[in-house]
T-cell receptor, first 115, second 116 residues
Framework: DTGVSQDPRHKITKRGQNVTFRCDPISEHNRLYWYRQTLGQGPEFLTYFQNEAQLEKSRLLSDRFSAERPKGSFSTLEIQRTEQGDSAMYLC?????????????FGPGTRLLVL | AQKVTQAQTEISVVEKEDVTLDCVYETRDTTYYLFWYKQPPSGELVFLIRRNSFDEQNEISGRYSWNFQKSTSSFNFTITASQVVDSAVYFCALSSTQGGSEKLVFGKGTKLTVNP
């Protein structure tokens, strides 16, 4: 297994367009997280899934954002009607949920630039 | 609320110098985990270490060492004999085992530049 993968690595779009990102977690990892990182800041939590269930969403996740994880495998994050403020690095992480001592492993991220 | 503070925004050293990156955290939870991640220019966050709140033993891994002090809510990271390849942004993070998600709360990071 080669780790968490994300696609695309870079995305440039015009304001108002919709974009979708994909994350493939490490196989058999049942938890998947999405974070957003803006320039000069640490990553901020957006949402997470336990298998296919989306169990928590941050207030950062406005109505224009939606995430899915069908069948508990890969996940997609869609942003509708993009705004310039959405420009950021979107990071995905996965882990195997057990009682304590979980480490989240991150993918390479998708850099979004909204013009 | 949980919070992580990395007061050092940028540090610049010359190769072979030792350097310590500071991390101070805030949490009301009794059980929690602390992490350090490295983010090279490529952008991927690379896991370095995890400590739980009950284990205050210092840890050494090669040139890396970590000092966890619960009394001062600090989890500092030292690189001994720094190398150019250590240049990156380093993030300290905190997660709680209470609440279910165990999401990570990150500091703003410290950019380390090691000059030859």
């Amino acid at each position: 297994d080669t780790g968490v993968s994300q696609d695309p690595r870079h995305k440039i779009t015009k304001r108002g367009q919709n974009v979708t990102f994909r994350c493939d977690p490490i196989s058999e990892h049942n938890r998947l997280y999405w974070y957003r990182q803006t320039l000069g800041q640490g990553p901020e939590f957006l949402t997470y899934f336990q298998n296919e269930a989306q169990l928590e969403k941050s207030r950062l996740l406005s109505d224009r954002f939606s995430a899915e994880r069908p069948k508990g495998s890969f996940s997609t994050l869609e942003i509708q009607r993009t705004e310039q403020g959405d420009s950021a690095m979107y990071l995905c992480a996965s882990t195997f949920s057990d009682i304590g001592e979980e480490t989240q492993y991150f993918g390479p991220g998708t850099r979004l630039l909204v013009l | 609320a949980q919070k992580v503070t990395q007061a050092q925004t940028e540090i610049s050293v010359v190769e072979k110098e030792d350097v310590t990156l500071d991390c101070v955290y805030e949490t009301r939870d009794t059980t929690y985990y602390l992490f350090w991640y490295k983010q090279p220019p490529s952008g991927e966050l690379v896991f370095l270490i995890r400590r739980n709140s009950f284990d205050e033993q210092n840890e050494i891994s090669g040139r890396y060492s970590w000092n966890f002090q619960k009394s001062t809510s600090s989890f500092n990271f030292t690189i001994t004999a720094s190398q150019v390849v250590d240049s990156a942004v380093y993030f300290c993070a905190l997660s709680s085992t209470q609440g279910g998600s165990e999401k990570l709360v990150f500091g703003k990071g410290t950019k380390l530049t090691v000059n030859p």
